[in-house]
């Protein structure tokens, strides 16, 4: 049977007769009594959000800019009318275990996707996204040969890859 020092952790190896006794360690001289080890139960953290963004406004101006443009038509207030929903009907949530997308207005859609099956991490930034600091971000992972997720119009595109991929370190 295995036993510890509970001071400085050396461990002994001992016949089970001497359980309930009181040994010294010859390590640290500490006296304590030889009892069965506990186990150790892992305990995880509770899920916590890091962060939850929409997609940029910047990222939809050629739809606002076509739409206040037009706006003297029904084709204005269709292009300003669909940049808002695309753009407050689109919810990036990153915590500390999974990474969920939510779209939709009237027809919604949810995927998620664990940290821990996050294989690979890609950035696509356009021209016009770089201008703006936006970009898409797009992640596999071992259950598909594609792209799991993408995440369009992202402010900071490389600072939420680089806390992806930190998430993905301690997993």
Same mark, same amino acid.
């Given at each position: 049977?295995?036993?510890? +020092? &509970?001071?400085?952790?050396?461990?002994?190896?001992?016949?089970?007769?001497?359980? *309930?006794?009181?040994?010294? +360690?010859?390590?640290?001289?500490?006296?304590?009594?030889?009892?069965? &080890?506990?186990?150790?139960?892992?305990?995880?953290? &509770?899920?916590?959000?890091?962060?939850?963004?929409?997609?940029?406004?910047?990222?939809?101006?050629?739809?606002?800019?076509?739409?206040?443009?037009?706006?003297?038509?029904?084709?204005?207030?269709?292009?300003? %009318?669909? %940049?808002?929903?695309?753009?407050? +009907?689109?919810?990036?949530?990153?915590?500390?275990?999974?990474?969920?997308?939510? /779209? *939709?207005?009237?027809?919604?859609?949810?995927?998620?996707?664990?940290?821990?099956?996050?294989?690979? %991490?890609?950035?696509?930034?356009?021209?016009?996204?770089?201008? #703006?600091? /936006?970009?898409? #971000?797009?992640?596999?992972?071992? %259950?598909?040969?594609?792209?799991?997720?993408?995440?369009?119009?992202?402010?900071?595109?490389?600072?939420?890859?680089? /806390? #992806?991929? *930190?998430?993905?370190?301690?997993?």
């Amino acid at each position: 049977m295995n036993i510890s +020092c &509970p001071n400085c952790g050396q461990k002994y190896e001992v016949d089970s007769s001497i359980l *309930g006794q009181n040994v010294e +360690c010859e390590s640290c001289g500490t006296n304590f009594i030889a009892n069965i &080890p506990k186990l150790q139960v892992k305990r995880e953290q &509770p899920e916590r959000t890091i962060f939850q963004i929409h997609p940029s406004g910047l990222y939809f101006f050629w739809d606002y800019f076509f739409g206040i443009l037009l706006l003297i038509g029904i084709v204005g207030i269709v292009f300003i %009318a669909r %940049a808002l929903i695309n753009q407050f +009907c689109t919810k990036y949530t990153v915590t500390t275990r999974r990474i969920i997308v939510e /779209t *939709g207005w009237l027809n919604k859609h949810h995927t998620e996707v664990w940290i821990k099956d996050i294989r690979g %991490a890609s950035l696509e930034i356009s021209i016009w996204e770089g201008l #703006i600091d /936006t970009g898409t #971000i797009a992640l596999g992972t071992a %259950a598909t040969a594609g792209v799991e997720i993408k995440m369009v119009g992202v402010e900071k595109p490389q600072a939420v890859v680089q /806390t #992806i991929n *930190g998430l993905r370190g301690n997993v």
